[in-house]
């Protein structure tokens, strides 16, 4: 019994004094006149004037005995892994040596594995259901100092004598398990061990078994003392069963109130998955400089050439919808101004001009935004791009676009009119320089070249582009041309390559 | 539940105190101890292997504990019994459900299969021993049968059926390692009660591995239950070299082995037998006028820990719904309790049906709703 001060403080700082997991200074809870010198320890930060020793200084912050990891032990039968079932203790639980701790499984045995210290449990390093390693750390408990640290080793049973039996009594060659602390409470009330029947667990003896024996002897009534009862093994400790069940509605009928009750609640939740993604994206692509440019298209012809090719297209298995066209037409507008077509690198100062033109399709998708592109599309013809677009979009329906199709992009065009809206202001896909957004084709009033007011199908587009290297000049001349490609479909048979 | 008549207790007792299993064991475990149940009793029988499993110390011996029971479901330590079996059926049966301290999966219990638990110390504990034991004691019954034990620690009969299936329990210094025999069991009654009687569930619990299963009888009729077990006793003094007789234990005997009543009574308590399972999730759907009905239910516990439902607003009013969920949350997944969710419906609204089906459809057995109708 060396020191006479209890040390309080941090624990860390405790951790720190202790050189090795194993070896440890032992305070001892009990005023002892220290015939020895007194060994003081002080942790930084502490007033200089230490209290004065006591008892029972475990509070939740004692600086208590050392952490030990208690690890999973050999199970058996060369079983590596286990399941993690049940947790029958939580941080912060106080467990005797012998309680369970957990149960894990392994392949139809169901194994409980029990506390190898008396002390408080410090950390589970397991959830439910998830795999633990043999020999891996389950649990660290923080064991009371003055404890007799059991041998590492597991219990395992070898010819000789197995190791746990160290911390038993041998009494008339029967081994009587007891906990040191019943153990002490024995020896103060001068009592034997061997004549005491135990009613705990393979014959272990409780404290309870050494008060029922004492008062089976005096018949007085002992002093009083906490006495809990041990816990049974199994503990069904549902959590939650304590909230109280709004009993259901009044039996008779409600009158509807004059003023509805809001009773919605605020949720909040981490993002995560897909809608982070956006976030990296959008915050990456607004920091170019956009600027807009908006038109409007008269899609007439077009739709009458739809029309008629739509029939033959089916004829051949694929669904034939404007965008064929538009992005056949933004190709050939980006063999003219192959600087649309084009790239920078993150600061600003090489600019790279693509040779194929990826068109990118703004999707929406059960998975959210997608944009998965059409490759090369300076070599395809209308008709292929329609087998195209159909395949991304069944791909895209049952979420299965993969990262080949979804990378790669060197211009984007976003169909938002299939749902709605005229202009818009679409934002660039880095590390691309220019999108369009289609709004939808209505059917407005016009004037044509005879000044007579015809039905013309009207479609608007609205255009940004990165203004550190694209001009409002270059973005109005491409507008146009492609404009006119799909005013004058005849003329994209011209330039079709 | 059969018990036969006066009690047999130990053979020999030479001291003064009562005779528990413990110091049984103590003066003869060297020998073995052999003891067979005389109780059908499924859950009388699980608190035996319980209470020798946390009384008796077994460095020194062994014990083999062997026992039949009448028809009763048994599931593993971790199981979900609404996935696992039919509970509307056994109900309706009257065959009880039990839930074991070992793991594993789910077995069929009947007057016609033989259990035996091995019962050893932590550091003799094998699984391959025991199965050995039981294919020796089928093979000298029957030397031309062809069983042998499997990687699974399953005996299969001509390769292809299994007659045993196993499970195994290990606590701080002790084990066991039980398994079945399938002497003349009824294989209908097991074909159909171990199918799960509930859609839509979800949940992390052990699930059970089905195989076709055969009778021993139906290879060699004179491997029935009683012979079978004379065999598996006689194989296993022969196997460990033991030298005991088997004994009689009635599972009622507070002396004999204390704490069995007590352990028997936590083994039959709804608590433990569904209020053990890990939490899981039950979606029902089906269509009403104006679109369909989604119920969804998170069970943790055995307690209803959330419950949403979804329904076309014209069928159910969101308040009315709000409410019958709030009603729901808290109560024990269990008829009784989910009986007192009073709900206010409009009288055109058939809500009966879609409840009792809604609430059968996933309760142990038939219920009946009070529900409270309101002119809306």
Known sequence: ????????????????????????????????????????????????????????????????????????????????????????????????????????????????????????????YYDVDTIALVGSPLVDIETDPGHEVAPEKDVVETPAVSLDEHTHQEIKGLKTQATPAVRRLAMENNIKLSEVLGTGRDGRILKEDILNFLSKQTGAILPHQEIRPPPPPLTPAPAALSKPREKGLP????????????????????????????????????????????????????????????????????????????????????????????????????????????IGLAMDTSQGLLVPNVKNVQVLSVFDIAVELNRLQALGASGQLGTADLTGGTFTLSNIGSIGGTYAKPVILPPEVAIGAL???????????????????????????????????????????????????AAMVLDLK | MLRRGALVRAVSCPSSHASTLSSLFRDRGESGVILKSSSTDVYENLAVEDRIHELVDLRGGGILFLWRSASAVVIGRHQNPWQECDLRLMARLGVPLARRRSGGGAVFHD???????????????????????????????????????????????????????????????????????????????????????????????????????????????????????????????????????VLPVDPGDEAFLPGVRQAA?????????????????????????????????????????????????????PRVAEGFCSALVGSRFRPAEMKT???????????????????????????????TRALI
């Open chain 1, 1 to 124: 019994m060396a020191a006479a001060f209890t040390v309080r403080g941090p624990f860390t700082s405790m951790r720190r004094l202790v050189s090795s997991r194993h070896r440890y200074r032992p305070c001892c809870p009990r005023v002892q006149a220290a015939a020895r010198p007194v060994v003081v320890v002080v942790p930084r930060g502490l007033p200089a004037a230490l209290p004065q020793p006591r008892r029972c200084f475990r509070t939740s912050y004692a600086a208590g005995g050392p952490v030990l990891q208690f690890k999973l032990s050999d199970i058996g039968e060369g079983i590596m892994e286990v399941t993690v079932k049940e947790w029958y203790v939580k941080e912060g639980d106080k467990v005797s040596q012998f309680d369970s701790i957990c149960e894990v499984q392994s392949d139809k045995a169901s194994v409980t594995i029990t506390s190898r210290y008396d002390g408080v449990i410090r950390k589970l």
């Open chain 1, 251 to 358: 039996s008779a009928p409600q009158p509807v109130a004059p003023k509805p009750v809001f009773t919605g609640k605020d949720h909040t939740e981490p993002l995560k998955g897909f809608h982070k993604a956006m976030v990296r994206t959008m915050t990456a692509a607004l920091k170019i400089p956009h600027f807009g440019y908006c038109d409007e298209v008269d899609v007439t012809q077009l739709a009458r050439l739809r029309a008629d090719l739509k029939d033959v297209a089916k004829a051949r298995g694929v669904k034939l919808s404007f965008m064929p066209f538009f992005i056949k037409a933004a190709s050939l507008g980006l063999l003219h101004f192959p600087i649309l077509n084009a790239s920078v690198d993150e600061g600003c100062q090489n600019i790279t001009y693509k040779a194929a033109h990826n």
């Open chain 2, 111 to 245: 007057l016609g299969n033989v259990n035996a638990t091995f019962f050893t110390s932590r550091g003799k504990y094998d699984r391959r021993r025991n199965l050995a034991v039981l294919t020796g004691a089928l093979k000298t019954l029957s030397p031309r049968l062809d069983v042998r034990a499997t990687e699974r620690f399953d005996v299969v009969l001509g390769g292809a059926h299994k007659v045993s299936g196993s499970a195994a329990k290990l606590g701080r210094s002790g084990a066991y390692h039980h398994c079945t025999l399938l002497c003349s069991a009824d294989r209908a009654a097991l074909a159909s009660v171990l199918k799960s009687g509930v859609r839509g569930l979800r949940s992390n619990a052990t699930p059970s591995v089905p195989s076709p299963v055969r009778n021993l009888t139906d290879e060699d009729p004179a491997l029935d239950c009683d012979a079978v077990t004379e065999a598996v006793a006689a194989q296993y003094n022969a196997e460990f070299g033991f030298s005991g007789p």
């Open chain 2, 265 to 317: 009574a936590e083994l039959r308590a709804w608590d433990w037998v569904y209020g053990r399972t890990p939490r899981f999730s039950v979606r029902t759907s089906f269509g009403a006028s104006g679109g369909s009905v989604t119920v969804d239910v998170v069970v943790r516990s055995g307690v209803v820990e959330s419950c949403a439902a979804d329904a076309p607003p014209g069928w159910l009013p």
């Open chain 1, 439 to 489: 709004g939808k084709v209505q059917i407005l009033p016009r004037f044509n070249s005879k000044d007579e007011v015809v039905k013309a199908h009207i479609m608007n587009v609205s255009w940004s582009a990165d203004h550190r290297i694209v001009d409002g000049a270059t973005m109005s001349r491409f507008s146009n041309l492609w404009r006119s490609y799909l005013e004058n479909p």
């Open chain 2, 341 to 371: 969710a009073h709900v206010m419906i409009g009288n055109r609204i058939p809500l009966h049906s879609w409840l009792e089906n809604l609430v059968c459809g996933i309760m142990p057995d038939f219920i009946n709703l009070n529900l």
